[in-house]
Each structure stands twice: as C-alpha cells, then as structure tokens.
C-alpha cells in the first residue's frame, strides 16, 4: 500500500521559508484554499499556514547548533486526528496514505487539532473549518501538470533540495532509500502513530585532524 | 505552455516567464495568471541560475504585486504642509514631467551638478549612470558604497574579479568551503543549491561568523569570530601557510606579481615600486642566472622568496618576502587576542585549507594557451573555496580585510581553477578595469555630458576627482583623497553633505527606490531632520527632492514630488552584461523582465521616466541629429541602443544581429525582446572549455573577451599580491611623486591606509569608541524571507518577521539583571534605542546582533501604525554615525573604509542595559505617517485566491466553495488593489 510523504533534510535546510510560503501561495488559491489572514497589515498578524519552519539552537556556546526545522501534518500511519472526528471529516485515504480534511464535513470541532500531537493542523476562523496540509494532492495527480512538477509545491521550491516526496512504503523511492541509508526518524515514535513525513538529521563532516 | 487542471478549469490560464525581483538575485520565474490575476510564481526550470526553484520572497511576489502600500498615482507635497508629514495631491503625469522638466533644465544650462541622482538597490545602474552622465553631473551614485564595495574594490585590485555577480566558489570540485560573514543573497538560490549539493557530496564547510544563523547554521564547523578582526584571521593563517610551505608557488610565480622585484632603497626615486626593464616589463630573480630577468620571458627557476642587489646596485626585495615580512607580527597568539579564536584552532584551519588545496586537488584533461604562449595539457583543480561578502565589507578596515582574503585564495592557488574561486563575465577584468572617470571640476560644464563615467576605476592619483587644491569635486567626495577608490560612491553620505553644503548646496535631488529616511542610511533620526531643514530664507536646505517608488516607504513622506514606479511583473527590465549581469562560470547570461500584468493605476516604469526626461532634456544619446526624440520607450532603447555608434554592443548580448543570428555583439535587432521572451527571458553563452579557467591568463578567453567589447585589453591579469596602485597613492602622501597631492591634512591617513600589502587595524570608530563604556560590537543581518525594507508589506512574508529582538549571550542578562524578552537600552556613543533583548546561544559573546529594516516608523508602508513593526521591531541605525567623530584628520569624515568610501556599518561600539518597568513599545517612535492618495485600502482580513471557477469550463467544485458564504465580510470598502483581490476571491466583477 503506498504511503506518501516527505523526507526532510535538515543536513542542508538552511530555513529560508521558501517551503512556507510556496505551500500558502500555491494552496490558497488551490482546492483546499483560501488561507485566511487576520490583520495582514495590522497589529499581530495571523494567518493559516500548512508549514511552518521552526528554527532552535542547541547546544552551549561555542558549540552551539542552530536547527532549522520545517514542520506539516506528517500523515500519520495511525493518525490521531481520524479516530476523534465526530463526522468523518479528519480522513486517511487508503490509497496513498494521505491525511486530509473533507471540509464539508467539518464542523469546526477542533477535537483533531486536540489530538494532533505535532500541532500540526491550522483553524480557519474564517470558515470554521480545519486546514492543513495535503501534499498538494491537487498537483501531485494532475496529469495536464509536466510530470516532474506533479509535486507538492514546497518540495519544487525547496532551494536545498531538502525535501524528498515519494512513497515510503516503496524500498526503492528515494525517500525510502534516504530515510535508510541517512538514519532517518519519526517525529516521538513513542506515541505509536507512525508518522510517514521522516526527518534526516545533521551529520558533521569534521577535518582530518579536528578532534573537537 | 502546458498546465495543470487545477487552474486551467478555472477562467482563463495564461502562463508568462519573466525574472524575480523580491531580492536582487534574479532568479527565472514562471508566472500562472487566472483571469489575468497572479495565480502562481514558480521557479522556471529552464533556467540557468535557479533551475525551477524558487525562494520564501519569491513565493510571495502575489502579495507584493497587491499590497496596499502600492504608490498608483505622481503626487505632489500639499502647499504649507511639510516635509514628513506625508500630505499630498495626486497630479497628472503631465504635470510631473513639466515640474521636472523645468527645474532640471535650469539645472542642466546653468550648473549641472545640482542635479543629484542616488539610487537603491536597483539594478539598472547602466542606465542610471548613462543618464546622469549624459546630465552632465558627476553627482550619481547607486547603493554599493553602503552595501559591499569593499569587497567589489578590494578583490578587483587585487585579483580581476570578485564575489557574487562576477565570481563565486566553484563547490563542484570544492572539497572544502570556507564562508565568511555573507547574506541570504549573495547569492541567494544559487548558492542554496550548491551548498547542499557540496553537502551532499561530502565536502566540509567552515562558517567564520559572529553569529551562527542562516548558511552557518548548516555548516559542520562554527568559527566564531569578533565583528571586524577577519584581518587578523586571514592574515595569521597565510603566515602559518608560508611558514609550513603550504602555498602554490609556480601558481604565484607565473600569474601573480609575487616574485617581481621591488625597489628598497629609500633614496631612489621609485622606492617601494616594482623594479621594470626598459621595456617596461617587471623584473623577477632568475636563480639559475643569478640576475634579474624579465617577468614576460618565463624563464625557469625564478625564485619566489628573496632579497638580491640589482646591476646598477639597487636593492630588491620580491614581493612574496614583503609579504611574509608584514606577516611576521601575526601569530596566530597575537590573532587569538584580535579575534577570539583559539590559535590552536587558526593553526589547524590554515593547514586544512593548505593541505587540501595542495594534495586533494588533482587535474581537469583541459588543454589550454597562456598569455606567454605556454601549452598546458590540463588544469589543476584547487579543491578550497571561498566565500565573503558584507562580513567582511562593512567595516572600515574591510578594504585592507579584502586585500588579505584575495591573497590568501591566491596564495593556495585558487584563481579560477576548479574548486576554487571562478570568474563570470564580464570578469576577470585589467586592474583597474575602468572606466576612466572625470578628474578635473572642468569635466563638468553646463549643456554638455559630463567627461567621464561618474563611476570607474582611478588607476592612479591623477585620476581622482579633485580640484587644484585637492579638494572633492563630487556631493559625496567619491575619489577624492578621503576614499580614494570609491568606486560605488558614497550615497550615505549624500544627504548630510547636501544638507551641510559641503562640498556645495545642491538643488535637486532624485532618489530611485532606497529608503534614505529609514533602513538605508545611518544616524537616521538625524537625517530625517536634515531632510526638512530649512536655510534662513525659508528654503529647504536640499531645495527640492524627488522620490521614485513603488512603495509607500518612509522616505516618501518627505518627497517634494512622488513618482509611483511599477512592480517587477508590470515592467520591462534588462540585466546587463554592462551592468551586473547573472554570468555562470561557464559563460556570459543576461536575462529581461517582460510585463506579466499591466501597470496598477498611474504606475510608469523608472525606466521610462528616466527615457522620457532625457528625450525632453535632449541628451545627445537620445536625441537624433535633427533634434528629434531617438528612442520611442524603454523597450526601444534597450533594442537600438550602442555603446558607441556601430559598436554592435548594446544592453543585452543576446539575439543581436539582424536578424538575431549573434550573440554578444551584433546589430541591433528589432526582434531581440521577442526572442528573449521565447527562450526564458534569458540568455546564455557557453564558453568552449579550454575558455573557462584561468581565465586572468588563458589568450584565448582574453582574446575572445577582447573581440566581444568585455575588456579593453587582452594582456594578462596578473595578481596584485603587491598592489602597485596603492603604492601610488602612498607615495603622492609621502610626498615623493608628482602630480596630486593629498591635503595636508590627509597625508597621513592616506600613507597609512594606502599600504601595498594588507594589514589588520581596528576600524576607525572602534578607534575612536571608549570601549570600556561600550564594550559590544552590533551588527545587523538579513534574514532569509525578507529583503531590507521591502517585504513589511508583504502579508504573508511579514508573519515570518513581524518584529526584531536584540540577539545576545544569556551572560549579558545575568550581568545587567534581565531576562530574555526584557525591555533594554542598547546605546552607542551617537544615540540609543529600545528594545526586546533574546537571549542566544548562537552569538559570539562581545557581539549584539539583530535583523535588519524589519522595525518601521508607524503607518509607513501602509501599516496600521499599531503593527508590530513599528511597536516592537526596532532600526539599529540610529545607532550609527554616517560620519566619524572628529579626529587628527579633521571633522566631517564619512564613517567608512579610508580607501573605498565603505559605510562601516558593522564598527559601531555598545552597552546593554534593562529599561524601565513602563517602557514596553521600542523607541524612538515617530509620528504616525497617513496614507497618500491613491494607495489602497488595508483590508482587516485577506483570504486570496485568483479566481473561482470559470463559466465557460466548469471544474469539479473545489472545497472553498462550501463555505464562501462564510467567509467574514470585510470590515472596510475596499478601493483598488484591496477591491481586485476581493473579486478576485468571490468573483464579483466591477
């Protein structure tokens, strides 16, 4: 069964947002648009967003690690989100393993964003409905599309190439053989919900005889 | 043009290729427009520079091209109101062009350099110089000079070429990058796609960098370096090179000036220039012969390293043993004192850098000719980049900083070899590499073009504008003897020089999209007074000033006269191999913008204003020899524009020729835009490969160069390890050449600062600074979603940077008592602001750092005047000086690198301490400026989206459509822009 996701790798992303915003500018005019902004020009902006890059630093001075980290839903294989809706909004698709939310059923509840345990799921006031992300599945089947852009948009923005979208359930793609060779991981495994997007962590290429 | 169902059901799809202009990067774009609104932006495939991808601004130019702060109509200062207060009256184009028309006629007959043009970051600097040129002023100047001209200055006079727009590290054959201090954008995508390439491909890459944000935060080693030291830095680290023997010697030998002989005898009349035969050749030390032999005749076996008396019993030194003698106090103790970082680490990193260069390189089957006629079977790849840009720059010892970086690529052979530094087209360039610029108050006359490009190159002391008395002949005292190489001029200083009179009182002032009441100058509160400063008569005291923009900015508010330019979806644009074009190593690109939409409202590309005032003006370059207009538009010009009558060379290199069969030089074709348009707006020229090394000696790339109108010469560009010019300018300081002479006054500073090799000082006003009161160096980045000033008006790029704290050690808040998030003073010998201190791990410790242009005065750019940027985000400009405090030099002297003019942003001196319980907004604040005429509404709730479903090809319901009922009604009537979007999102039409 196919699993769509993406791999992230946070090896080279240097947290440029080109990610957050392609997503917004593609999606809010797309089929799971619009995403809303109160006070676009006002005091405390707000708007819905599906991704969002979150930058921590780690470690002590000097040796401090500055980690940008890009985060969406992460299509969970046993997502949270679905069991808890009341109407059957909050849905996986069997077929590619996609999360998404069928607006016509949402009733604003919120018991999914609740339950999300990544944050990852964005209310829109607006509609009272709840957004997020959708791997683009209005570009990624499109067949009028070229073939190599039938992509999420933030993977064909991405800069650093550190977004890789294919099927994790397939050893051959290259997300799979990334998350493999590379030490991919799950966002807090421990919760059992098996989330498909996978994170490829820094590696630290050290000089010949730096032994810091 | 194929496209997907998920617009092409929806209304009319076209799709349009032009280039960004969110940042100066100018990266290809693929723009959708549904119904003839933006739909979608994405990076064109195609092309060459960004290959399909495309950045966070980018990806936001939607909201750009729709912001509310949208200038749509000229305006006019009302009668009686002043200058920022920001009330105006919308007036005809007509209108604006008479009023302009008048004034600089006048300006023109009379005394043309009252007349001043700056300009921000634009990137049309051909046709600007061209214009103020075919003015007659010498007052012209664009951003360079406060943005990065050190490091333009410091490595075209040392190696030919430079960073970002004409040369780069070549990170395919890399094995190891070392990055000094460089912004998102220097070079912004391109950059991010070879650095995680190189990652990928197991290179190593070093940061050297006060702070460990954006690039550095991916690299595998952090050197965390005091703001301003890197001198000390690269200077030990080439002392432990050549200590150990790690340098390419035949590479110094034969393409630099290392081993050529300079004269040591005080007494002789060329002491401290370099020894030449008859001929005029250099002379090097044959160690075979014993002798001194031509550098041309590339004997064998010349020595590097050595002192030796020639035959009429002149001592000589070669340049390399100066070097190493000037090296010789910097141990890498002494530059763990300057700099911060560990000997032992400067030690191991120099090694690293010399042992890869030298062992790990390896060779590229690419035969190719020198200069001197040498076959070569392959090229030698140098496996170690670099990579610098305003780290490096923005500091008043950055020239000298620059020198020591160029000779340190060169001492481990890395000159546009594989994996080092390469050159793009239209470098490398002779040293200077021109143009010649007017050098006498007689190059400037009323009626006629001035005598000499405003910008160029000085070659030698007589080259500087100055009058008999040594005095400076331009506003801003570019290439005078207080910076003699200010080859980007100095517009952060144009306005206090303007306003003070000195050198002159000047009339008119036009600014082309830079913000001189806001981010883009120093002293800022200051300079906003200045702006409105008025002589005793009741006259302004810069009489009258003009402002081109797209944006409702803050320096709008104090213009005299408002002229709305467009976006860059509503213009043509060229990016010019005469300007800074987009080269790859490979080859000459040149790229255009083609309109995507029309223009908003009253909105004239600066382009054309500027063709439309030289026709009125009757510039000889756009007037026929009958009197008549030569050029109908922009788009004209550009076509049939030649560098001189029949040249063949134009602003875009390609489709030239009738009928566009020729590429770089060629008739003029009416049809190039067309072609352009056909092939992705751009155009590149692939060099054969024995063409795209060591192209400072490779003849047949010189030759090629040549022919096509790239350099004026096709002699060898040899490595100025030993600067030859700057002895020049020393030696008139000394006293000992004739010709010009500095002022008294500057004798001096220009014989200590104009030194032929590099050196560390402290910069000048850390010089000046009682650092025991301000301990702490500031300096300021640019983030990666925004590009200065420009994106607070982006609704969606704003949310990433809604206001700046003050980065810093947590160990700064234990010393002062306050916490992360805290309200403080940061205070510099000039003023002081408040702000949020942040607390990070992430900065070296003496070093306070913020984002810059994210803070704004109140209601500028359309925002409400309660938005977060004005409320909390802060400008730490108000910090810094645009001119040091008076010296043994004298008073007035700008704030900036001695030889370049450099604004030395990064020098400023501070202290941290909390603010009080109720001081929780950031200061100063100014009043709040109103909205003009003509700008748009701002909606209190945006929702875009291009377009609902179209009538004529209904697509499967999308899922908004469920709700669009409930989408909350706007709390305002929207006018507009505002009014667009609105239909755009529900489909309403006018």
Redesign the interface.
């Known amino acids: 069964m196919t699993q769509l996701a993406l791999v992230i790798d946070l090896n080279v992303c240097v947290g440029c947002h080109a990610c957050v915003t392609s997503c917004k500018e593609w999606n809010t005019s797309g089929q799971a648009g619009p995403m809303p902004d109160d006070n676009p020009y006002g005091a405390d902006p707000s708007g819905v967003f599906f991704n969002r890059v979150q930058t921590y630093e780690v470690g002590s001075f000097p040796h401090t690690e500055t980690v940008h980290f890009p985060k969406s839903c992460l299509h969970c294989e046993d997502p949270p989100c679905v069991p808890v809706c009341p109407t059957g909004a909050s849905h996986k698709r069997e077929a590619d393993g996609i999360v998404l939310v069928d607006y016509d059923k949402c009733i604003g509840c919120k018991y999914c964003s609740w339950a999300c345990p990544y944050g990852a799921r964005e209310f829109d006031e607006h509609s009272q409905v709840m957004k997020k992300c959708t791997l683009c599945v209005d570009r990624i089947y499109d067949q009028t599309l070229p073939e190599q852009e039938r992509k999420p948009a933030c993977v064909m923005a991405c800069p650093a190439n550190a977004r890789i979208f294919g099927d994790i359930h397939d050893p051959d793609s290259q997300a799979s053989q990334m998350i493999r060779e590379q030490q991919g991981y799950a966002l807090m495994p421990e919760l059992g919900t098996q989330p498909a997007n996978h994170y490829l962590p820094r590696h630290i290429r050290r000089g010949s005889d730096d032994s810091a | 043009m194929?496209?997907?169902?998920?617009?092409?059901n929806n209304g009319n799809i076209e799709v349009k290729n032009t280039t960004c202009y969110m940042c100066a990067c100018r990266c290809g774009i693929r723009v959708t427009l549904?119904d003839g609104i933006v739909?979608?932006?994405?990076?064109n495939?195609d092309h060459p520079l960004?290959q399909?991808?495309?950045?966070?601004?980018?990806?936001?130019g939607?909201m750009k091209q729709y912001s509310?702060a949208r200038l749509t109509k000229p305006l006019k200062r009302k009668a009686g109101a002043e200058r920022g207060d920001s009330e105006f009256e919308e007036i005809t184009w007509d209108e604006a062009f008479d009023i302009l028309e008048k004034r600089l006629a006048h300006l023109r007959a009379t005394d043309p350099k009252k007349f001043a043009l700056f300009t921000g970051r634009d990137q049309m600097q051909a046709l600007t110089g061209l214009f103020a040129r075919q003015f007659g002023t010498p007052n012209y100047a664009a951003h360079g000079g406060f943005c990065s001209v050190n490091m333009a200055a410091g490595m075209i006079y040392s190696i030919g070429g430079s960073f970002w727009e004409f040369g780069g590290p070549d990170l395919e054959h890399a094995k190891?990058l070392m990055m000094f201090g460089t912004a998102?954008d220097h070079h912004?995508?391109p950059l991010?796609?070879a650095?995680?390439?190189f990652?990928?491909q197991?290179?190593?890459?070093i940061s050297v960098n006060p702070v460990?944000?954006?690039?550095?935060?991916?690299a595998?080693?952090?050197v965390?370096i005091k703001p301003g030291t890197d001198g000390a830095f690269i200077m030990a680290m080439m002392r432990i090179l050549i200590e150990e023997g790690l340098v390419d010697e035949p590479f110094l030998v034969d393409y630099s000036n290392s081993a050529q002989l300079v004269i040591q005898d005080p007494q002789h009349p060329d002491f401290g220039r370099i020894a030449r035969n008859t001929q005029g050749s250099p002379l090097v030390w044959s160690g075979k012969r014993q002798q001194a032999v031509s550098f041309d005749a590339r004997e064998d076996g010349i020595v590097l390293d050595g002192a030796f008396t020639l035959a009429d019993g002149t001592p000589v030194k070669t340049a390399f043993r100066l070097l190493k003698e000037q090296l010789a106090e910097y141990t890498p103790e002494y530059a763990e004192q300057i700099t911060g970082i560990p000997a032992a680490d400067i030690v191991?990193?120099a090694?690293?850098l010399g042992?890869t260069a030298l062992t790990k390189g390896g060779e590229l089957p690419i035969a190719w000719t020198d200069c001197w006629g040498r076959q070569h079977a392959s090229i030698s790849i140098r496996p170690v980049a670099f990579h610098a840009m305003r780290g490096l720059a923005a500091h008043s010892n950055g020239f000298q900083t620059i020198r020591a970086f160029s000779l340190l690529l060169s001492l481990l052979g890395t000159i546009d070899r594989p994996g080092g530094f390469r050159h793009k087209a239209p470098y490398p360039r002779p040293i200077p590499p021109g143009p010649a610029i007017p050098s006498s108050p007689d190059d400037v006359q009323p009626g006629k073009p001035l005598n000499g490009a405003p910008l160029g190159s000085p070659a030698s002391p007589d080259d500087l504008f100055v009058d008999a008395n040594g005095q400076p002949v331009r506003l801003d005292k570019a290439f005078s003897w207080e910076h003699p190489l200010s080859l980007h001029g100095l517009m952060h200083n144009a306005i206090t020089n303007a306003w003070r009179g000195d050198p002159y009182p000047i009339d008119t002032l036009l600014i082309f999209m830079a913000n001189m009441a806001w981010n883009s100058t120093m002293n800022t509160s200051e300079i906003r007074k200045m702006l409105n400063d008025k002589r005793a008569d009741g006259e302004y005291k810069i009489p009258f000033l003009v402002v081109c923009d797209a944006f409702q900015s803050e320096m709008v508010a104090y213009a005299d006269l408002v002229l709305p330019d467009t976006t860059y979806l509503e213009r043509h644009d060229c990016i010019s191999m005469l300007d800074r074009p987009i080269s790859e190593y490979d080859g000459p690109v040149d790229s255009v913008r083609i309109p995507v939409v029309p223009p908003t409202g009253q909105c004239k590309p600066f382009q054309e204003v500027l063709v439309e005032l030289a026709s009125r003006l009757k510039f000889p370059a756009f007037t026929n020899e009958d009197g008549s207009r030569k050029f109908k538009d922009y788009p004209d010009f550009i076509t049939r524009f030649e560098t001189a009558p029949g040249s063949g060379i134009g602003f875009l290199a390609g489709w030239r020729g009738k009928d566009g069969s020729k590429a770089m030089r060629g008739e003029p074709n009416p049809r190039q835009w067309e072609m352009y348009e056909k092939n992705n707006c751009v155009f590149h020229y692939h060099l054969p490969r024995e063409q795209q090394y060591m192209r400072n000696w490779n003849q047949a790339y010189l030759d090629w160069a040549h022919e096509n109108g790239l350099i004026g010469k096709n002699a060898p560009i040899v490595i100025q390890v030993y600067s030859e010019i700057l002895q020049e300018f020393r030696m008139a300081a000394e006293g000992r050449r004739p010709g010009k002479q500095p002022p008294e006054h500057l004798r001096e500073r220009v014989k200590t600062y104009c030194d032929p090799l590099p050196f560390y000082y402290r910069p000048l006003e850390t010089q000046r600074s009682d650092c025991d009161t301000y301990p702490l160096n500031a300096v300021t980045q640019r983030p990666?979603?925004m590009y200065h000033s420009w994106d607070s008006?982006n609704?969606?790029?704003?949310?990433?940077h809604?206001y700046n704290y003050l980065y810093m050690?947590p160990r700064l808040g234990q010393q002062g008592g306050f916490e992360d998030g805290d309200w403080v003073w940061v205070e510099s010998m000039h003023g002081k602001v408040r702000c949020m201190a942040r607390f990070?791990?992430?900065?070296?410790?003496g070093t306070v750092w913020t984002w810059n242009a994210i803070g704004k005065a109140a209601g500028a750019w359309?925002?409400?005047p309660?938005?977060?940027e004005a409320?909390k985000g802060f400008l730490l400009n108000h910090l810094i000086a645009e001119e040091l405090p008076p010296g043994p030099e004298g008073e007035h002297l700008s704030n900036s690198d001695p030889i370049t003019g450099q604004a030395g942003w990064y020098d400023v001196q501070v202290r941290v301490y909390k603010a009080e319980e109720d001081e929780d907004f950031s200061w100063p604040q100014f009043p709040a400026q109103p909205t003009v005429p003509g700008e748009p509404s701002?909606?209190?709730?945006?929702?875009?989206?291009?377009?609902r479903g179209g009538a004529a090809n209904p697509a499967p319901t999308?899922?908004?459509e469920?709700?669009a009922d409930?989408?909350?009604p706007l709390t305002q009537p929207l006018q507009g822009i505002g009014k667009r979007i609105v239909s755009a999102?529900t489909g309403e039409k006018d």
């Open positions: 194929q496209t997907g169902s998920a617009v092409t549904q739909r979608y932006i994405q990076g495939p960004n399909g991808v495309i950045c966070a601004k980018g990806s936001s939607i509310p190891v998102e912004s995508n991010k796609i650095l995680s390439k990652k990928r197991g290179g190593r890459f460990r944000t954006g690039y550095s935060a991916i595998d080693e952090w965390p191991r990193l090694r690293e042992e990666m979603a008006q609704a969606w790029l704003r949310q990433i809604t050690s990070s791990e992430a900065v070296e410790p359309n925002l409400d309660e938005a977060n409320r701002r909606p209190d709730t945006l929702a875009y989206h291009a377009a999308p899922w908004h469920q709700f409930k989408l909350a999102i």
